[in-house]
């Protein structure tokens, strides 16, 4: 018996059969990662956004922290009183621009006028309230009244109040005929108490002997040697008139 021997070469030995295992399969080419096209106006545009809003920022803090020194009231000044040192503060606060106030750099120029109406402490000093007029207008004189407490109201006088200037009667019970009536018509016998009108100008310091305080007045030019003969017998009293005709 006759056997026939088959001879394997060592490459075809080698070589792995199919059924060896699985077989690999084709390799994926990489896939190409698509680039952004870059558009240069939209980039400049973001820029711009951003340094606006950075000065816009800007701007509103250095005008929200941006003070001005102005002057305030530092206490309740009359219509008409002399401003002095001690009446006025200085104060560092944002202003608009609509806000009319008067730099803490003028307070030195302010001391010695008049007040031109009733200042309240701690309010903003406007220039249109200090002025360097007189309340003796055109046409009229000072007179120098002087009242004991008596002849007076409790309420204190304040400069621009205006009062009435009353003929009492003299020592014999006669009613003065020296001042005339508030429209400028003398009184005649029988008739009721005499009035001048009057404004005040000054309020005086009470003496510390007599009591007495002097007021100035300023009343029409025709009217004051009358007034001044009148103040000289004492006989004399003030009367305020209510402001506003109220």
């Not at 994926?28 to 920022?57: N, T």
């Not at 004051?224 to 506003?244: E, H, I, S």
Request: charged content about 15%; aromatic content about 0%; glycine content about 10%.
């Amino acid at each position: 018996m006759s056997s026939t021997a088959r001879s394997v070469s060592p490459a075809s030995a080698a070589a792995p059969t199919a059924s060896a295992g699985p077989q690999a399969g084709p390799v994926a080419a990489p896939r190409m990662v698509r680039q952004r096209r870059r558009r240069p106006g939209l980039i400049a545009l973001s820029v711009a956004l951003i340094a606006a809003g950075g000065l816009s920022g800007a701007v509103l803090y250095s005008r929200s922290g941006h003070r001005t020194p102005v002057i305030v009231v530092a206490r309740d000044v009359p219509v008409g009183s002399r401003i002095t040192e001690a009446d006025l503060a200085t104060a560092s606060i944002a202003l608009d621009s609509a806000v009319r106030s008067v730099k803490a750099s003028r307070a030195g120029g302010l001391v010695g006028q008049r007040a031109a109406t009733d200042l309240k402490a701690g309010s903003l000093l406007a220039p249109s309230q200090v002025t360097d007029q007189s309340l003796l207008g055109p046409g009229e004189q000072l007179v120098g009244v002087s009242v004991k407490p008596s002849q007076l109201p409790a309420t204190p006088l304040v400069p621009g109040e205006k009062v009435l200037i009353v003929s009492t009667p003299d020592s014999n019970g006669a009613p003065s005929r020296t001042a005339t009536n508030g429209d400028g018509s003398t009184a005649e016998n029988g008739v009721g108490p005499v009035a001048l009108s009057a404004k005040v100008v000054a309020v005086g310091r009470p003496a510390a002997a007599a009591g007495a305080l002097v007021v100035d007045v300023a009343v029409p030019a025709a009217e004051g040697p009358a007034l001044a003969a009148q103040v000289a017998t004492g006989n004399v009293a003030l009367v305020v008139v209510a402001r506003d005709g109220s």
